[in-house]
């Protein structure tokens, strides 16, 4: 419509990291490097923290949970969630 506008954000190169961690925030983005990479650099899982409750959601919108079997990849301007244990 007229008047509105669009923003296309340039790349954050930069992870962030919230929920049940020591230290939650904005990590720097390192390519290759894995999920627990970046858990560690937040501190790492508070008590509270389910290790089965870890959620990768992607700057594209995907959402994608830590399997028992496999750990996802950590994109750039991806967002780490730490779910505490119920």
């Given at each position: 419509m007229p008047g509105d506008s669009i923003v296309v954000k340039e790349k954050?190169?930069?992870?962030f990291i919230t929920g049940a961690v020591y230290n939650p925030g904005v990590l720097?983005?390192?390519r290759g490097k894995?999920?627990?990479?970046?858990?560690?650099?937040?501190?790492?899982?508070?008590?509270?923290g389910n290790e089965k409750g870890?959620?990768?959601l992607?700057?594209?919108g995907v959402?994608?949970?830590?399997?028992?079997?496999?750990?996802?990849?950590?994109?750039?301007?991806?967002?780490?969630?730490?779910n505490e244990k119920a």
């Open positions: 954050t190169a930069t992870v720097e983005f390192r894995s999920l627990r990479y970046y858990l560690n650099a937040a501190g790492g899982l508070t008590e509270l870890i959620i990768v992607y700057p594209n959402v994608n949970p830590q399997k028992w079997y496999s750990s996802p990849k950590v994109l750039e301007g991806s967002t780490v969630i730490v």
